[in-house]
């Protein structure tokens, strides 16, 4: 019985899910923002539909979905893609994801929470949405050289970030445990077993995917990596978003007879992070929102004000006009769930603040999806850049 009310439910969600899709584009709200808020509709929040097996699935698609990500992540960091970038875009990202982690986590702890649960949340605040980005620039039909930093930037920044937060739970385990020596060895076990995995499960891979189907890996070949590295990471208690970024990374970077390595991966993951952005919406603690509003309050003001100090220093040392450097965090203000998968993994390696993490998270994302892409297209309005490919390249 149990598993047929599962089964409905994943049924009819990833229809209205298909649904919610065709809605964004019309009224232009970032699709992954409505899928939260259906969540919060029909979970405990309001409605409290969906079945309770349902809840405990999660454990099985949610680390699917977030290593498919960092693969895609891992992905973004080939040598040729950080080459074509150029130094302006490397410096702007890493002073974003600096300067958001400093700042956010620096601040909350001066307002007086535990500087363990800061430093996790800093963390939290370097991530970006690519595809509401992505989808603004679209809409703006904007071009120039602005816009092509921007769009390299979030092409990566999501990379840097994930390594900012694996270091960042390795810190917050020492400020958070009462044991500091165990908790660094954790720390350290975890990131350097991450990095071993996914070297261990990425050469390999770059060797032997790609074969059947020349030039590009399978579908079967596909998942069976994603399985691989997020069912690796899990039994031996290390991360899985970590793994799946360095496979992937190794994979692109040294399977030189790849075409499209991750296009596979591309088609299968929405499926998957649809019902993942849904239990996120649906775990969401109205009451524990009240509790935690001045945290909310603060960490969205600290990541606002880290964007705007982020883009302007990345901008200024990388050499680039100060009316841009200024408008470049501004473009850079959405926040999607990578965000909320990160929450994820920091409340199951500390459950004492896991649920006031997840509540600040997932709002927090509602928040940054619904006006983030308001800031971008301000900063593309300010900069007035409506240049053709061919002209800018030629300026």
Known sequence: MENSEVLVAIGVLLLLGLALDSVGRIVHVPRVTLLILLGVVIGQPVLDLLPDAFAGSDEIYAPTALTMVAFLLGGSLTTQ????????????????????VMLVAGGLWLLGLPAGFAVILGSLSAATDPAATHDVVRQSNARGPFITSILGIVAIDDAWGLIAFSMALAVAGILLDS???????HGAMEVSGAILLGLVIGF???????????????????????FLCSGSALYFGVSFLLTGMVCGAVIVNFARHHDRPFHEIERIEWPFMLLFFVMAGASLQIGNLAKTAWI????????????????WIGGRVAGMPDRQSRLTGIALMPQAGVAIGMALVASERFPEIGEDLLTIAVASTIVFELVGPFFTQYAIREIGNRQTPESASSS
Do not use: D, M, Q
């Open 81 to 100: 893609t950080l080459r074509n970038h150029g130094r302006e875009i490397l410096i702007i990202s890493l002073a974003l994801v600096i300067v958001s």
């Open 179 to 185: 044991n500091a020596t165990e908790a660094l060895a």
């Open 204 to 226: 390999p891979a770059a060797y032997l995917t790609g074969r059947i189907k020349p030039g590009e890996p399978t579908l079967i070949e596909a998942l069976g990596l994603v």
């Open 296 to 311: 909310f309050l603060a960490y969205c003001a600290l990541r606002i004000l880290a964007r705007l100090i982020g883009g």
